[in-house]
């Protein structure tokens, strides 16, 4: 359990799953895009800290 001020919360993903789900993302970003540089642009709307 995490605790943030008074309330709990259960973890739904373990940080080595995300880190799994990362490393593979950027596996497949990186043969998708090759050589090229991209450009990511970050839109949160509803986002928490």
Known sequence: MVKLHNKYFK?????NQIDTA???LVEEIAN???DEIP???G???????
């Not at 839109?43 to 928490?48: E, Q």
């Open 11 to 15: 973890p739904f993903i373990t940080a």
């Open 22 to 24: 990362i490393d593979k």
């Open 32 to 34: 998708d895009l090759g």
């Open 39 to 41: 450009v990511f642009i």
């Open 43 to 49: 839109i949160l709307n509803g986002s928490f800290m």
